[in-house]
């Protein structure tokens, strides 16, 4: 009876531990031939919260990759799905198995990393049937096939073309520059705070992680934000590791309200450039969303000019 209980107990406590988050990996069928397309969905499901890392293709599938769907995402009641598609193909008869995936993911106001894991899925691979009644057609005659060389051709119209390009730039613009060469004064000194927001509509405009960029994108958005922060408050940012800045930072009264922010998005470039994991959308958008509203609110008061009578 007292095993039975602790059972029980075990049980309900993994149920506990595990039900936030669900992964589950099907196939289309369970046999292919020779060269047939595979194709693989994989569904994680959870509590809307729940921050996924998705993992990279080739961590997902050891096999020849023919296309990949982006990951939808479905929120219903509070729960939200992620699904994906991946089609490869194998062309060696046997029985393989599609293996686990894993998935990290955080939970809200917890930074201990968590791992969902699939089971593995068995498919067999056939070879093709070959009929070995059907007669064996003769092979056809070589045809001559005749091949004009354009190589002359086509020399010619490059040279013509990059005379034509040069002459265009010359006087359109070198020309031009010349005539309206006339020195202009310099203008007013941009601040600190202009000068990051601008550097990030400019990271913004780039499309990096849209892009698949992801190590690049956060790597410049972090670098921005280390600028900042220690050009603002006077920390050693650019040299330091995500833990030591924000433990920097819970020591300045100005700053420490966006600490969980700023952790957040260092978390992310964190995961992105060392563990290579994949950011979500939403996570990608959010963490520039993050650092403007982190420049916008923390931004150095402009002393007022005195008006005298």
Do not use: H
């Amino acid at each position: 009876m007292q095993k039975l209980a602790l059972y029980i107990l075990i049980y309900f406590v993994v149920n506990t531990l595990t039900a936030q988050v669900a992964i589950n990996v099907t196939t289309d069928k369970l046999e292919y031939e020779i060269g047939d397309y595979i194709r693989v969905e994989i569904t994680a499901s959870s509590e809307e919260t729940i921050a996924y890392f998705w993992p990279a293709v080739s961590e997902i599938a050891p096999y020849e990759v023919i296309a990949v769907n982006p990951i939808d995402t479905v929120t219903i009641a509070g729960e939200t799905v992620y699904k994906q598609k991946i089609i490869f193909s194998i062309y060696e008869p046997d029985k393989y198995y599609f293996p686990q995936v894993t998935i990290p993911y955080k939970k809200p106001n917890d930074n201990t990393a968590y791992f969902a894991i699939s089971d593995s899925l068995p498919f067999i691979v056939k070879s093709i049937a070959v009929d070995t009644t059907a007669i064996i057609k003769p092979i056809k005659v070589i045809q001559d096939v005749k091949v004009v060389n354009f190589t002359p051709l086509y020399i010619f119209l490059v040279i013509n073309a990059i005379i034509a390009v040069a002459f265009i730039i010359y006087f359109f613009f070198i020309r031009k520059e010349k005539k309206s060469a006339i020195a202009k004064p310099l203008g007013p000194q941009k601040s600190l705070y202009e000068l990051t927001i601008d550097k990030l509509n400019v990271l913004n405009a780039k499309k990096l992680w849209q892009k698949d960029e992801l190590k690049l994108y956060y790597s410049e958005l972090t670098d921005i934000l280390r600028s900042y922060i220690e050009q603002r408050f006077a920390i050693n940012a650019m040299e330091s590791t995500s833990d030591e800045i924000l433990e920097q930072c819970n020591n300045i009264v100005a700053i420490k309200p966006f600490t969980d922010d700023i952790a957040f998005i260092l978390q992310l470039a964190d995961m992105a450039k060392f563990a290579k994991s994949r950011p979500l959308p939403n996570e990608n958008v959010k963490a520039m969303e993050l650092a403007s509203q982190f420049v916008e609110l923390t931004k150095p008061i402009e002393p007022t000019a005195n008006i005298t009578q």
